[in-house]
């Protein structure tokens, strides 16, 4: 694994604890930054402090294309899953789309259910295909 895919494993379990221990991923982030046990990367934090700015309309993006799926349906794998990918996505342009989408994808292939990496890859592409006239 990727010193990157490695940092997107550690944010997502960041915001997975976040959401089952109802915090703020901030503060658990925060914890983890001064604890240093295991270090946290660099990238790791952008990706958390990110999807912490941006969560909102994050959550609003999933929640419009996910097609017949709420939020609170999710498995919240899969919530996280697309929220660390759909930030990395819409707001980090300086990664390739393509690695985004397939590294998110192998996430969910590892830690959820068998139909999680389809269904994450449909709404990771579709933001794709829209990111030019989403409002960000």
């Known amino acids: 694994m990727t010193a990157r895919g490695k940092a997107r494993r550690r944010a ?15 503060r658990i982030l925060a914890e983890r930054l001064e604890r240093a046990e295991p270090p946290v990367n660099e990238y790791t934090a ?15 993006l999933i929640s419009t294309y996910s097609e017949g799926w ?10 996280n899953v697309l929220r660390g990918g759909s930030y990395e996505l819409l707001w980090m342009p300086d990664v390739p789309e393509g690695v985004v989408i397939s590294e998110w994808v192998h996430l969910a292939s590892e830690l ?3 139909e999680s990496p389809q269904f994450i890859n449909g709404i990771l592409a579709r933001f794709k295909e829209l ?5 960000l």
């Open 46 to 60: 952008a990706l958390v402090e990110g999807v912490v700015r941006h969560l909102p309309r994050i959550d609003e």
């Open 112 to 114: 959820s259910t068998d």
């Open 70 to 79: 709420s939020l609170d349906r999710m498995p919240a794998v899969d919530r």
């Open 12 to 26: 997502l379990d960041i915001l997975f604890e976040a959401e089952l221990r109802s915090e703020d991923p901030g």
């Open 131 to 135: 990111k030019p006239s989403l409002s």
